[in-house]
């Protein structure tokens, strides 16, 4: 059942809710930046800043990653427009949860970074998200869609089920022991793949018979 909207928003509208939906995604920023502008990070504040940066990455992707299931229940289609931004916050907050990692707990030291990668699981797993997911941004523009090709940018940009994937197994394995949060992106996240899927099969079956 679809819901569609009464009034989709013009030009005007649409712009404002960009505007304000940039604001809202750099909130979780600015209050980390409050929090440790009033030394509010708790015992191991790199720690706190490390692990808030990824939750707020796992948040974005989610978030993306509704935003076509939530487009075709309730018929939204201007939804679309605002995906872009979503999926560029989504790598601009694994970048910073990358630095931080790179620069405030290692202090660039490669040796033992690549140490970590080697032998640290969820750190090579998560290595591995970033790595499938910077091509994504940078690719994200109009530019790179005409280049590539509706069908190869629609490729590679599947992509982002694998990093969400990769992205929750890396915060379980994180984890270890209290995987309750874990667990409940796992389910939100096998919920939204769960749709897709359910709506791709049909899709197929209609294009098998025509």
């Not at 930046?33 to 992707?61: C, K, M, Q, S, V």
């Given at each position: 059942?679809?819901?569609p909207l009464?009034?989709?928003?013009?030009?005007?509208?649409?712009?404002?809710?960009?505007?304000?939906?940039?604001?809202?995604?750099?909130?979780?920023?600015?209050?980390?930046?409050?929090?440790?502008?009033?030394?509010?990070l708790?015992?191991?504040?790199?720690?706190?800043?490390?692990?808030?940066?990824?939750?707020?990455?796992?948040?974005?992707?989610?978030?993306?990653?509704?935003?076509?299931?939530?487009?075709?229940?309730?018929?939204?289609?201007?939804?679309?427009?605002?995906?872009?931004?979503?999926?560029?916050?989504?790598?601009?907050?694994?970048?910073?949860?990358?630095?931080?990692?790179?620069?405030?707990?290692?202090?660039?030291?490669?040796?033992?970074?690549?140490?970590?990668?080697?032998?640290?699981?969820?750190?090579?797993?998560?290595?591995?998200?970033?790595?499938?997911?910077?091509?994504?941004?940078?690719?994200?523009?109009?530019?790179?869609?005409?280049?590539?090709?509706?069908?190869?940018?629609?490729?590679?940009?599947?992509?982002?089920?694998?990093?969400?994937?990769?992205g929750?197994?890396?915060?379980?394995?994180?984890?270890?022991?209290?995987?309750?949060?874990?667990a409940?992106?796992?389910?939100?996240?096998?919920?939204?793949?769960?749709?897709?899927?359910?709506?791709?099969?049909?899709?197929?079956?209609?294009?098998?018979?025509a």
């Amino acid at each position: 059942m679809v819901w569609p909207l009464a009034i989709t928003p013009g030009p005007r509208q649409l712009a404002l809710l960009k505007i304000v939906l940039f604001a809202f995604c750099l909130l979780p920023l600015l209050q980390l930046g409050w929090n440790a502008w009033n030394e509010n990070l708790g015992a191991n504040p790199i720690e706190f800043i490390t692990r808030a940066l990824g939750t707020w990455t796992l948040n974005f992707l989610l978030i993306t990653l509704s935003v076509t299931p939530l487009r075709k229940i309730t018929g939204w289609h201007w939804l679309l427009r605002l995906r872009r931004m979503l999926g560029l916050y989504v790598f601009f907050y694994a970048f910073l949860h990358l630095t931080t990692y790179l620069w405030l707990d290692k202090f660039f030291d490669w040796q033992a970074i690549a140490k970590d990668i080697l032998k640290r699981p969820f750190i090579t797993i998560g290595m591995s998200a970033f790595a499938l997911l910077l091509p994504l941004a940078l690719t994200s523009n109009n530019t790179m869609l005409r280049r590539l090709g509706g069908k190869l940018w629609q490729r590679l940009h599947r992509a982002v089920y694998v990093i969400a994937i990769l992205g929750v197994v890396h915060y379980w394995w994180l984890v270890k022991l209290n995987v309750t949060l874990p667990a409940v992106y796992a389910v939100l996240l096998a919920l939204l793949l769960g749709i897709r899927v359910h709506w791709r099969d049909p899709q197929r079956k209609i294009r098998r018979q025509a």
